[in-house]
């Protein structure tokens, strides 16, 4: 007597069942390619991230500061009305000593990290080649003028940090995803506010004297890279978001204060 043989319907069930191991399989292996590619992404855009940040730190940890230049400032760029911060400037001299320590900055000793006009998904490091002296600080508009001709400048007078920025459009204009905040304490509205005296200023953890007191500049910086490894991805791409913040104090004479 033979035995029994497998029936059509149990090798249709068998062959069904396979079916959706392999496709479980497969979609495991999809998952995990998928996962793996998110994850290798996500790593480069912290290295960029990572090298940009560490190149405004290099400068910012070298700066020189007065009580006429805070170190740092934030430069705007002025769209129809609309204030991007997206230029920051440090006073870095390239040999360590300014010319005048006790005065404004050479347009030489600073280091400009700012967009490039030309290229909006470019964050870019600047150094002036003219030796005249910079601004006031509150001269916004004369600030800006110095940013413009900076940026005219040859390629090979400065240096890419980075070309995944994110962009988005403002009134007609391509700009690049990063901002800029300084905090100052005191601030400049105290600090140049005669009717303040120099005990009620905001000293950070009160250090100060009879004649001399440490100020505090805090720097705040957001960027934004592209996920897409294209610079001409569409405009409503997603991105990596970073913060960094970087704080350095300076000391500052009751006689240097604006009377």
């Known amino acids: 007597m033979c035995g029994a043989g497998v029936t059509l319907v149990e090798i249709l069930a068998a062959i069904a069942l396979s079916s959706f191991i392999v496709l479980g399989i497969v979609a495991f292996t999809r998952l995990a390619e998928d996962s793996f590619t998110a994850e290798r992404k996500s790593m480069e855009a912290i290295h960029v991230a990572r090298s940009c940040f560490q190149q405004i730190e290099n400068a910012v940890d070298q700066a020189w500061a007065n009580e006429r230049f805070p170190g740092a400032i934030v430069v705007p760029l002025s769209i129809s009305g609309t204030y991007l911060p997206e230029t920051l400037v440090v006073w870095c001299p390239s040999t360590g000593q300014p010319r005048d320590p ?13 967009v490039n006009d030309s290229r ?12 005249t002296p910079a601004p006031n600080p509150s001269d916004l508009g004369a600030w800006q003028t ?4 900076l940026k005219s400048q040859s390629p090979a007078e400065s240096q890419v940090l980075t070309d995944r ?3 988005f459009v403002i009134n007609g204009r391509v700009c690049g995803a990063v901002r ?5 304490a005191p601030s400049d509205s105290e600090w ?3 009717s303040i005296s120099w005990n009620s200023l905001s000293w950070p953890q009160g250090l100060f004297g009879p004649s001399r007191g440490t100020r505090r500049v805090s720097l705040h910086t957001e960027i934004q890279l592209q996920k897409l490894a294209s610079s001409d991805s569409a405009q409503q791409q997603s991105s990596y978001v970073f913060w960094y913040s970087r704080a350095f104090g300076y000391s500052v004479r009751k006689e240097r204060r604006p009377q």
């Open 102 to 114: 006790n005065g404004l900055p050479c347009l030489d000793e600073l280091i400009v990290f700012a």
């Open 120 to 131: 909006p998904n470019e964050l870019r490091k600047y150094r002036c080649l003219n030796s």
């Open 146 to 149: 110095v940013i413009n001709a």
């Open 165 to 167: 920025l994110r962009t």
């Open 180 to 184: 800029f905040r300084i905090d100052l």
């Open 192 to 194: 140049n506010n005669t």
